[in-house]
């Protein structure tokens, strides 16, 4: 594993004791607590440093990553202007980056850079790093409009990058926490302040990263809140992974909300016992039905032999029925391709025939490359015998996938699907995949899914 952890750090520059003059003494509890983090970083010696910050080049529908060699930047118009920063870029950790949201289609890149200098976002987590660690490179991301699952998504990106690339990284998520916590602050107050860093912290503390995407826009809003997507970017870097979360301080001294927490990725024991397969990991206690499909992806896409089928479980070589591959790359359909009713010999021949074709022959993807491999997700599902059924009364959106015949065009929706609540979007989504208008009427079969994952 090369993603070593995270950190949740705000950005005062009255933090830094050349613009507070004395005043950073009444944080006391944050000021310690960085340094805390930055003894933790320079413990990890990381060879790349991923910092988000909401300072950084923003744009509403883009996600801007600092492009170039390195950038420079001081706290001149804080009055320090003797403190400064000259940091070298990890440039192939971007290219890596920009390729992998170019190929999901993320909006993210370096293009629009409308200042190269380096933003007090940044700056003030580097002043306490470079204290005790400098032997890094840095790759600084802005934030943006778009929403908290884009964010989400950007952080497993980074992860996969950052696990690809056999370097060390760790990832900084720079922000502060409600802005409008005391009167005399400098958004007065709002109830919604110190809601927001309650539950944030308390959020945090639990490692419950999923949670930050619940949090209500209109909410967030209301909270003049600074760091939160940084945050979401943090949690999608966590993405299925164990955390130990340290939270070590929060304060709301100036009316601005400081929260700083150490999070590392817990060891997971299964992956201990990972089997090696041409050169890439695949857990052992994956489910057969699993393994099997990612072996033949392997294999297919580094142009090897297929895997016997022999060893697979008795269920597997007896029963036949049809099976849809699905394969997902950081989070975004990559390729699908699946039976409706039992074409081969057997369930696992039906599983390696639709393994192929899922990475290679779905026509709305292009083939899958070698270099995708260990960013992939893969799913089985098991279809049952398809039964008629006479209305949609007889649908369950969760438990029944549907298939829809009209003049030999047939449309098929499995079941479960994000973002497809009702039974009505069920069908319609079934007849737009057929080439069926909306308001014709159709024959209905319906069916049941085993999914192994």
């Not at 599983?351 to 960013?375: G, H, T, W, Y």
């Not at 069920?426 to 079969?445: C, F, H, P, W, Y």
Request: hydrophobic share 35%; glycine share 10%.
């Amino acid at each position: 594993m090369s993603f070593e952890g995270a950190f949740m750090v705000p950005h005062p520059p009255l933090a830094v004791a050349e613009v507070g003059r004395g005043d950073e003494r009444q944080i006391k509890a944050t000021l310690d607590a960085y340094d805390e983090v930055a003894r933790e970083i320079a413990r990890i010696r990381p060879d790349t440093i991923v910092i988000t910050s909401p300072h950084s080049v923003m744009y509403s529908d883009y996600f801007h990553i600092s492009p170039g060699e390195g950038a420079k930047g001081d706290f001149a118009r804080f009055g320090a202007g003797r403190v400064s920063f000259d940091v070298r870029y990890d440039r192939d950790f971007v290219e890596r980056l920009c390729h992998i949201a170019d190929e999901v289609g993320l909006p993210a890149g370096v293009e629009g850079e409308r200042d190269r200098s380096l933003d007090h976002g940044t700056m003030v987590p580097l002043y306490f790093i470079n204290k005790h660690y400098t032997d890094y490179k840095l790759v600084r991301i802005g934030l943006s409009g778009l929403s908290l699952e884009a964010h989400y998504s950007l952080g497993r990106m980074i992860r996969s990058v950052a696990d690809g690339s056999g370097r060390k990284t760790v990832l900084v998520s720079s922000g502060d926490l409600s802005h409008c916590q005391k009167e005399d602050g400098p958004y007065g107050y709002k109830k919604e302040g110190p809601a927001y860093d309650k539950k944030l912290m308390e959020v945090m503390g639990r490692c419950a990263f999923r949670e930050l995407l619940d949090f209500d826009e209109s909410f967030l809003e209301r909270a003049e809140e600074c760091g939160h997507r940084s945050f979401v970017i943090m949690a999608g870097a966590f993405h299925d992974t164990k955390c130990e979360g340290r939270i070590l301080s929060h304060e709301a001294t100036f009316g601005v909300g400081y929260g700083i927490g150490i999070f590392l990725p817990k060891k997971d024991m299964t992956k201990m016992n990972d089997e090696e397969y041409m050169g890439y990991k695949i857990n052992s206690s994956k489910d057969p039905y699993v393994r099997l499909a990612w072996q033949t992806i392997i294999s297919h896409v580094l142009g090897k032999r297929l895997p016997d089928i022999t060893d697979c479980p008795g269920e597997m070589l007896e029963k036949r029925a049809g099976a849809f591959v699905s394969v997902h790359e950081h989070g975004m359909l990559r390729g699908c391709i699946g039976t409706i009713s039992a074409t081969c010999d057997n369930v696992a021949e039906e599983i390696r025939q639709n393994a192929v074709s899922a990475v290679a022959r779905d026509p709305r993807f292009s083939p899958v490359r070698k270099d995708e491999l260990s960013a992939l997700e893969i799913n089985v599902d098991v279809l049952s015998e398809a039964e008629p059924i006479s209305s949609m009364d007889e649908l369950d959106v969760k438990r029944y996938g549907v298939i829809v015949e009209k003049g030999g065009r047939r449309g098929l929706l499995l079941p479960d699907l994000d973002g497809v609540d009702s039974v009505t979007e069920q069908v319609l989504i079934a007849k737009q995949k057929a080439g069926i208008r909306a308001d014709e009427t159709v024959n209905m079969s319906r069916f049941e899914v085993i999914r192994h994952i």
